[in-house]
């Protein structure tokens, strides 16, 4: 039995991939220990003694203690998965040198857009996924118009969501950090992208925080549109598609080169190309739920079919084993 200790980030994105890695590793007969890389130890190593190590982004790379612990242990088999840019602010933070120290070190790497896979020497292309099981929740009804869970941070998504504000009103609803979006609040404000009165109906879209697959997938689930506005990669899918879907959630995406190779058609995905567009199909939809209401159940059984962690983790072990 090959015995992996995954070592779980401190982001909350981050600990839901990774969480999600380790039940499938168990689901594949993998004697699996998880630890947070700020609280491993010397004694976690010693008794569990690892096969393999597999991480998240820099992850044991951002702790001086588990870098240190992890280079005594001398294990062969590093294994990190990327689902972050490997030279971007969010996958470093402040701390440039990583990049430079993990091409150096002989690990495996497996990143979700292949545009990035020349980044590293032994690198692999391997897309997001998403758990059935954590995800699974039943329609009870519709709670929210449209949705958007993620950092309302960048320019980009600032002037989507101010669109939207500006057209649909009171009809959206923001899930992130409150820190996070009273920031955008203010950067909205310096950039002037909405009227006073805009403003204000965009103050009241933050709803809450969310840390759960549970409460991301209701949220999803009881949401008429969800609303993805992709900010890192060239080609891939993030990791808000797969949830979507597989909380059978209705979804609208920014077009992306790979739906086509990872969902063959798009009869459950609908795209736009530009805010304009957006909003008609936002439109079209809203009046044609059950159209939506279709699509969406089409997309969570693919969604389970063929874009689960566990088949996912099944092509990692082709590289351990």
Same mark, same amino acid.
């Given at each position: 039995?090959? +015995?992996?200790l995954?070592? !779980?980030? $401190?982001? @909350?994105a =981050?600990?839901?991939?990774?969480?999600?890695?380790?039940?499938? %590793?168990? !689901?594949?007969?993998?004697?699996?220990?998880? &630890?947070?890389?700020?609280?491993?130890?010397?004694?976690?190593?010693?008794?569990?003694?690892?096969?393999?190590?597999?991480?998240?982004?820099? !992850? /044991?790379?951002?702790?001086?203690?588990?870098?240190?612990?992890?280079?005594?242990?001398?294990c062969?088999?590093?294994?990190?998965?990327?689902?972050?840019?490997?030279?971007?602010?969010l996958?470093?933070?402040?701390?440039? =040198?990583?990049?430079?120290?993990? $091409?150096? @070190?002989?690990?495996?790497?497996?990143?979700?857009?292949?545009?990035?896979?020349?980044?590293f #020497?032994?690198?692999?292309?391997l897309?997001?996924?998403? !758990?059935?099981?954590? /995800?699974?929740?039943?329609?009870?009804?519709?709670?929210?118009a @449209?949705?958007?869970v =993620?950092?309302?941070?960048?320019?980009?998504?600032?002037?989507?969501?101010?669109?939207?504000?500006? %057209?649909?009103?009171?009809?959206?609803?923001?899930?992130?950090?409150?820190?996070?979006?009273?920031r955008?609040?203010e950067?909205?404000k310096?950039?002037?992208?909405?009227?006073?009165?805009d403003l204000e109906?965009?103050?009241?879209?933050? &709803?809450?925080?969310?840390?759960?697959? #549970?409460?991301?997938?209701?949220? /999803?689930?009881?949401?008429?549109?969800?609303?993805?506005?992709? #900010?890192q990669?060239?080609?891939s899918l993030?990791?808000?598609?797969?949830?979507?879907?597989?909380? =059978?959630?209705?979804? @609208?995406t920014?077009e992306?080169?790979d739906?086509?190779?990872?969902?063959?058609?798009?009869?459950?995905?609908?795209?736009?190309k530009?805010?304009?567009?957006?909003?008609? $199909?936002?439109?079209? /939809?809203?009046?044609?739920?059950?159209?939506?209401?279709?699509?969406?159940?089409?997309? +969570?059984?693919?969604?389970?079919? &063929?874009?689960?962690?566990?088949?996912?983790?099944?092509?990692?072990?082709?590289?351990?084993?």
């Open positions: 039995m090959i +015995r992996i995954i070592l !779980s980030p $401190k982001s @909350i =981050g600990k839901l991939i990774i969480e999600s890695f380790a039940a499938a %590793f168990e !689901s594949n007969k993998c004697l699996v220990k998880i &630890k947070n890389v700020e609280e491993l130890s010397a004694e976690d190593l010693d008794f569990f003694k690892p096969d393999v190590v597999f991480g998240y982004d820099y !992850s /044991y790379l951002m702790d001086e203690n588990c870098t240190k612990l992890i280079e005594k242990l001398h062969k088999n590093l294994f990190f998965y990327f689902a972050d840019e490997p030279q971007s602010k996958a470093l933070g402040d701390k440039t =040198g990583l990049y430079e120290k993990l $091409k150096k @070190i002989k690990a495996t790497i497996f990143i979700w857009d292949k545009d990035f896979i020349d980044e #020497e032994n690198c692999f292309y897309p997001l996924a998403a !758990s059935p099981f954590k /995800y699974a929740t039943n329609f009870s009804g519709y709670e929210y @449209i949705t958007f =993620g950092r309302p941070l960048t320019i980009k998504r600032q002037k989507i969501l101010c669109e939207l504000v500006k %057209f649909f009103k009171n009809k959206v609803s923001i899930f992130c950090f409150e820190k996070h979006f009273l955008s609040i950067e909205i310096a950039q002037n992208l909405l009227e006073e009165a109906t965009y103050s009241k879209c933050w &709803k809450s925080f969310v840390t759960s697959e #549970e409460e991301l997938a209701k949220i /999803y689930n009881s949401s008429k549109i969800n609303l993805n506005i992709t #900010e990669g060239k080609s993030n990791y808000r598609v797969f949830e979507v879907l597989a909380s =059978g959630g209705f979804l @609208i920014d992306r080169e739906l086509q190779e990872l969902f063959e058609d798009n009869k459950y995905i609908e795209t736009y530009n805010t304009t567009d957006l909003i008609d $199909k936002i439109g079209f /939809y809203l009046q044609n739920l059950n159209i939506a209401q279709k699509m969406a159940q089409i997309g +969570r059984f693919k969604c389970i079919e &063929k874009h689960s962690f566990n088949a996912r983790v099944k092509i990692i072990l082709k590289q351990i084993i």
